[in-house]
């Protein structure tokens, strides 16, 4: 089948529908939210304004002195109505391995969770960290720590000892979670032994007061007795209820690590009131949302995709969130699809890179199961590709499904632009029009003004605050406005570049600054190259992203080594493995490439363009050269690189 340019599973009504209340949401931000407030949370008592502050100066501020809980909102209050239906249904590494949590079950293990964190002094506005595997307890202690006012940092548990030390000792958080093992695949993983090594480190000494250890395996792990404790019995020993901490609408809700271009990951801050109501309104909307679905989000519980989407949006919605803690491929890559027929699942929201990896092996493996229960499919990460797209909507969704191409990011708490499902008419690859609330506009890069009319491109910018937008970054809010507000005053900067076509339809073409995204993880080229430079065989790295099949973007990075040392293939293992020490697994370079010398400016710049172009192949569009120090050292990279790739 050809690739048409626009599928229309919508009406026209609901588009026109879509287009005016867009409009109004613009026009009036404040009556738009302040009802959707009032409307879909319960609050304690009542906020006093809906909006406050500007983007110029980084004060925004949501549902002033509103006070709320949002473990309440996503828990409690389902309890009367839907006690019985089901909040939570877990399915383990192995098919068929499966735990479920009715909303009843939920607030009362939620409420133990959180009485044994008080019993051991965890207290509100302390940081929380979290670096647990894809065990229900994860969504658990974030509601726990929700209900009692804690912060929680969840770190991926893919990231490296180096990693987890660095992020606890930049939010000082006394708490850590973490489990004896993680199982994943079929294969353990030694998550106590890695947070062991973590708060070891001298960085976090001192800092560290309880490490509390869930047991998923059962396998073995390094134990401190004045430091350790065996959670799950703890909490076992609690009262199942615990009282809801009031909690102010713009205190902390969570921090979560990102990267961004230059220096050590930001910690991105996200509050109560605005993201609750933010998570819960895109869930709805972006997905079509309806009472009694199971909506199956299966990201890891440690990106933000997993906050917004596993935990708080479809909870505070009052459906069933499915959790899923396996791989697509195991035991093989019918596994999404089997998870799909056996849950009967409705919404289905995963990764470009994903579906692109299971598409290799063709239909077979999405044929044979009953895919019929789904209604929605979702993409969030990079740009699909119009093949993968064809792929999940055909093939997966038989042409009865919506594909949303969700657009967004950790700092903006929940989608920003997307389609509507049986709303927008979709275009394979365009994460189309932006979300209610939202005045996305495209700017030009250089002057910062808006370019108006369509078949035009620039960089991105959002124009006027909403609830879910970051309010900080933890302890640093001059980077904060530097990053996000000051690139563009008057306007939120996501670092993003985009088209918008003939209809109006926006096409995000890419960061703009030097993140990469290689499966849908946000790495920062100068983390990779300050993992590089540590190793003492590299004085200098520079670390580029380029086009890879399955993963979006690789990663490539360019060494020149110090004197006396050698290029060999033991080498290039140790470089791979630093970076894999410094940041997790996840960030493996796909090609090092040894250098003598690294195309430079006569000033002394890297020429990243030059270099980006080598490991894309586009040699024959390199342009001028000849400002550079020492052209000859292009072609000897040209030959390296078509060596090594
Ligand atoms: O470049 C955009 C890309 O992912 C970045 C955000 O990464 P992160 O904060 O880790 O959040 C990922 C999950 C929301 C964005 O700046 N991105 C995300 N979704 C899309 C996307 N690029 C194109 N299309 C998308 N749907």
């Known amino acids: 089948m050809v690739l048409k340019e626009v599928y229309n599973p919508h009406t026209e009504s609901a588009f026109d529908q879509y287009k005016t209340e867009h409009a109004s949401s613009i026009a009036d931000p404040e009556s738009y939210w302040g009802q959707k407030a009032l409307e879909n949370l319960d609050w304690f008592s009542p906020f006093d304004a809906v909006l406050q502050g500007s983007f110029t100066d980084g004060s925004v501020a949501w549902f002033v002195n509103g006070k709320m809980n949002a473990c309440y909102n996503a828990v409690d209050r389902h309890v009367d109505t839907k006690g019985s239906q089901v909040a939570l ?73 180096d990693a987890i030390a660095e992020r606890i000792a930049a939010s000082q958080s006394k708490w850590v979670f973490t489990s004896d093992e993680g199982l994943r695949g079929g294969k353990r993983l030694p998550l106590k032994n890695i947070c062991d090594n973590a708060m070891n480190k001298e960085i976090c000494i001192n800092v560290v007061s309880k490490c509390f250890v869930f047991e998923r395996t059962g396998g073995k792990c390094n134990w401190s007795d004045s430091r350790d404790v065996k959670f799950g019995a703890l909490a076992d020993s609690q009262r199942p209820y615990c009282p809801c901490e009031t909690m102010d609408s713009e205190d902390n809700l969570f921090i979560l690590y990102t990267s961004g271009s230059t220096g050590r990951p930001k910690g991105v801050v996200h509050t109560v009131g605005g993201y609750c109501l933010y998570a819960m309104e895109t869930c709805k909307n972006s997905f079509g949302l309806k009472d009694g679905d199971v909506f199956a989000c299966v990201a890891d519980a440690g990106w933000i995709t997993g906050h917004s989407y596993i935990v708080y949006g479809p909870l505070l ?66 740009p699909i590709n119009p093949e993968a797209w064809r792929w999940y909507y055909e093939v997966v969704g038989r042409e009865k499904c919506s594909v949303v191409d969700t657009y967004w990011q950790t700092e903006t708490g929940g989608h920003v632009i997307t389609n509507y499902p049986g709303v927008t008419p979709m275009k394979p690859g365009s994460c189309t029009l932006p979300c209610f609330g939202i005045e996305a506009v495209v700017l030009d890069s250089q002057t910062g003004k808006e370019i108006e009319g369509n078949d035009v491109e620039g960089v991105l910018a959002i124009k006027q605050p909403w609830p879910g937008v970051t309010r900080t970054c933890l302890g640093d809010h001059e980077r904060y406005l530097n990053v996000y507000m000051k690139p563009y005053p008057g306007y939120y900067f996501p670092g993003d570049g985009c088209r918008r076509d003939k209809d109006g339809y926006i096409w995000i073409t890419g960061r703009v600054d030097d993140v990469l995204n290689v499966s849908g993880h946000r790495i920062g080229t100068a983390e990779v190259e300050s993992a590089l430079v540590a190793h003492p065989s590299v004085s200098q790295a520079a670390v580029i992203g380029f086009p890879h099949d399955i993963k979006g973007q690789g990663i490539c990075c360019y060494c020149t080594l110090t004197y006396g040392h050698e290029e060999s293939e033991d080498l290039v293992k140790e470089l791979r493995n630093a970076v894999r020490v410094a940041i997790g697994p996840f960030a493996t370079p796909d090609l090092i490439v040894p250098t003598p010398s690294l195309p430079m400016t006569r000033s002394g710049k890297i020429m990243r363009r030059i270099l980006r172009k080598i490991a894309a192949g586009e040699t024959d569009t390199l342009g001028d050269v000849g400002t550079l120090g020492d052209p000859s050292v292009v072609q000897k990279l040209i030959d390296k690189v078509e060596t090594l790739q």
């Open 317 to 382: 919605n009052g459906v069933t969130s499915f959790m899923f803690e396996s791989t697509p491929m195991y035991p093989d890559e019918g596994r999404y699809w089997d998870c799909v027929e056996r849950h009967k699942i409705n919404v289905f929201y995963t990764a470009p890179t994903a579906i692109r990896s299971l598409m290799r092996f063709g239909d077979t493996a999405p044929n044979k199961y009953d895919l019929s229960s789904l209604r929605v499919l979702g993409t969030v990460g990079e």
């Open 89 to 161: 249904l877990w399915e383990g590494d192995e098919p068929g391995d499966t735990k479920s949590y009715t909303y009843t079950q939920l607030l009362a293990r939620v409420c133990q969770i959180a009485n044994a964190m008080k019993a051991e002094g965890v207290k509100k506005g302390d940081v929380v960290t979290v670096y647990l595997p894809m065990m229900p307890e994860v969504t658990m202690v974030m509601l726990a720590c929700a209900r009692i006012g804690a912060v929680h940092s969840v770190i991926f548990a893919g990231f490296s000892a």
